[in-house]
């Protein structure tokens, strides 16, 4: 292993990454939540509060840090740019409704700007430049250099949302785990597999695999079997670990699911 250690690396003020020691990135791209102020004045009072972040999903994930893996994360609320998103905009869910590459609306359906103050294709490709394209060369450049020490990576997507009340996206109540994979495209079919087992012996959530959620542009986009990088999305209904009315995080819920989301980690990385 040519590993140096964990090592913090702070790109410009787009995210952090925490660089470790075993063949795991785990990227949180809806983790951020802050909205720079000139653009705060424009949104609508409710968008202002950044409802649709993965709140607290760092906090959750930082176990990993201490099995040993790497971990992205960045500062800025989705509103500001979706970096789960393609550089083009195309729609993960062709015929269903979803939020864009800088969204307009929100999982509610609801406007995320004031009347006429939406941005225009210039502030768009701004915004790709200066918050879209460093998260994204973070990634790339860790999972290069994770597979060039290991030779093979696992890339894990930590999500999660609100899981009942948004119709706008999903009918009813949503799943508690939510398996992405595009559909067993973006890692090999052993990796899949040990994560349904795992899931399939647990009894204290219910699961599904590749269904409302079958994984963003980084799960489709970097995950390449065939080439050693594995990628997996997990999409957490927010009640298993926090409050959804309130927005806090519950120590009690929380520290009764990490055992399960680690023993994932762990079956990814055997397989």
Known sequence: MNDAGPVEVAFDDVCALHRGRIPLLVSLPHDGSDIPADLRGRMTPAARRAP??????????????DMGASMLVPRWSRYVIDLNRGEDDTSLYPGQNTTGL???VRFDGEPVYLPGMEPDA???AARIA????PYHQALRGE?????????RVLLWEGHSIRGSGLPFLFDGRLPDLNLGTASGASCAPQVQARLEAVLGRQAGYDWVANGRFKGGHITRHYGDPANGIDAVQLELSQRTYMDEAS???DEVAATRLQPLLGTMLEAALAA
């Open 52 to 65: 649709d972040t993965d709140w607290h999903v760092s906090r959750l994930y930082a176990f990993a840090r």
């Open 102 to 104: 800088v969204p307009l």
């Open 122 to 124: 210039g502030e768009v």
């Open 130 to 133: 200066r918050y879209w394209r």
């Open 143 to 151: 999972l290069e250099r994770l597979r060039a020490a290991h030779g």
């Open 247 to 249: 927005l806090a995080y």
